[in-house]
């Protein structure tokens, strides 16, 4: 196992979220380490592997992904919130990214500017080419601990940048594994290196004047912490919202049954493109209750390594509990609650609710778990008119065969991206990623993260 630059003697100790189980203990990095990770990330700066090798590292390191996969899954399933299958596709998803940053690395180019365009621009001759922006900061969630580390390490690495990592406190292995693996397939340790810690360690990194990037996936209220701590540096930041999904009277509801299911309760909920709010047209909105109930009723809650367990469990005892309090809100709001609702441990049932008002806050909420609410509009007028009135979001969808209805939804959802006849939280990694508003800045997925990680610089000749 890869070990972090650690210090301080402070220790972090992981818990099966699951059962409370130990699942390792590392000493926490200390302000000094952090400030030795910039000072060698900042001095890795000024320099590149070229594009070739780095493109062959990457490519090592998914091989060594992919030779680990069971060991990877297991180790994500212990230390987070998945399930072994969830943890299994997340392996899958996070050898293919690598394997797309390693391609990636190869395209990195320029363009010839034409500066005749202009009279003054007669007789020279100029292109650009992208350079790596410089180092970057790099801050993880807990619900994806081993792709979406590999969503920042594997573009920063292909566009040429150091980088430096702060991994989840809940789940810190899976990074330190992947992390591993890039120092083992050729990559310099100052170029990939992790820091363990809180938010004293992330402010310390963020804040200071020497990475030109700060990357995050978290929370809003987080994100905006990060925006008022970093200063002048490029922020990617995503940070999720209230997915919403409508059903017009003319969609497959067996088919939005299966993706709306998927989508609202794959990992327990704890996805920050989940389906949590659906609105279906009144011809139709009684029919995919019954069907969504019934699937909910089906998901089966058990240990994350048990091959039959579809739902696993929250973070922590305390956040099913907030989530629980949310739901006897909704319920004393006017919500009725169809299925579920219940706690046991850090595991909660999947929960469906419906009765809220349309303007109601707690439709306005993320609640990052496996509740989520149903409405009913008037027809497609409602319906569109509904989705326009959401929040800001990372993706929204729509289920309809009707081409006016989802061009119609394209152009008024608040959602960076809108699927048609899919769930909310259906993405390919090679696809751009990102929130639109409040929901996030700027846009992962393997090319757009490498484009944010590159300058343009320029090169101009006179007299030719």
């Known amino acids: 196992m890869a070990s972090a630059p650690c ?20 000493v926490r990095s200390s302000l000094g380490d952090v400030e030795k990770a910039l000072e060698q990330g900042h001095r890795a700066s000024r320099s590149a592997p070229p594009a070739h090798e780095r493109s062959r590292i990457l490519h090592g390191v998914a091989d060594r992904v992919a030779a680990d996969a069971e ?20 392996v899958g998803r996070a050898i293919e990214t ?12 320029g363009a010839v500017v034409p500066f005749d365009q202009v009279p003054s621009g007669e007789g ?33 690495f292909a566009a040429g940048c150091p980088i430096i990592l702060k991994p989840h406190p809940q789940t810190p292995f899976s990074a330190l594994r992947l992390v591993e693996h890039f120092h083992a397939a050729g990559a310099e340790e100052d170029r990939v290196q992790i820091v363990i810690g809180g938010s004293d360690v992330g402010a310390a990194l963020v804040s200071d004047h020497r990475p030109r990037i700060v990357s995050f996936t978290g929370g809003r209220s987080a994100g905006e912490r990060i925006a008022r701590q970093a ?7 995503e940070l999720g919202g209230v997915g919403i999904v409508a059903v017009a009277a003319d969609a497959d509801l067996h088919a939005a049954a299966d993706a709306i299911t998927s989508g609202a309760f794959w990992a327990a909920g704890q996805n920050c493109v989940r389906a949590q709010r659906i609105i279906a047209d009144n011809n139709v909105a009684s029919d995919l209750m019954e069907l969504l109930v019934s699937r909910a009723e089906k998901l089966r809650l058990g240990p994350k390594l048990d091959e039959g367990t579809d739902v696993g469990p929250l973070v922590t005892p305390a956040h099913a509990s907030s989530l629980a309090n949310a739901v006897e809100e909704m319920a004393r709001a006017g919500g009725h609650v169809l299925t579920g609702g219940r706690c046991h441990g850090s595991r909660m049932e999947p929960t469906w609710v419906t009765g809220l008002p349309d303007a109601h806050p707690l439709l306005q909420r993320e609640f990052f778990g496996p509740v989520s609410t149903i409405e009913t509009a008037q027809g497609d007028g409602d319906l ?6 959401g929040e800001d979001a990372i993706h929204a969808a729509i289920f309809t065969r009707s081409i006016a209805n989802a061009t119609a939804a394209f152009r008024r959802c608040n959602s960076a991206a809108l699927l048609v006849n899919d769930s909310t939280d259906y993405r390919i990694d090679a696809m751009p990623f990102g929130g639109t508003g409040n929901a996030g800045l700027g846009r992962e997925g393997v090319a757009d993260a490498v484009a944010a990680y590159s300058e343009k610089k320029l090169m101009i000749i006179a007299g030719v």
Do not use: C, M
Request: no cysteine; charged share 30%; hydrophobic share 40%.
């Open 7 to 26: 210090t301080s003697g402070e220790k972090l100790v992981v818990h099966d979220p699951d059962d409370g189980s130990l699942v390792g203990t590392l």
């Open 71 to 90: 060991d990877h899954a297991r180790l994500i399933a212990r230390e987070g919130i998945k399930t072994i299958r969830e943890a299994r596709r997340e």
């Open 98 to 109: 690598l394997r797309l940053s390693a391609e990636e690395a190869k395209r990195i180019g």
């Open 124 to 156: 020279r001759l100029g292109w650009w080419a992208y350079r790596p922006a410089g180092l970057i900061a790099a801050i993880t969630p807990y619900n994806d601990p081993l792709n979406l580390v590999a969503h920042k390490l594997g573009p920063a």
């Open 231 to 237: 200063g002048l540096k490029q922020l990617v930041l």
């Open 384 to 389: 569109l008119d509904r989705l326009e009135r």
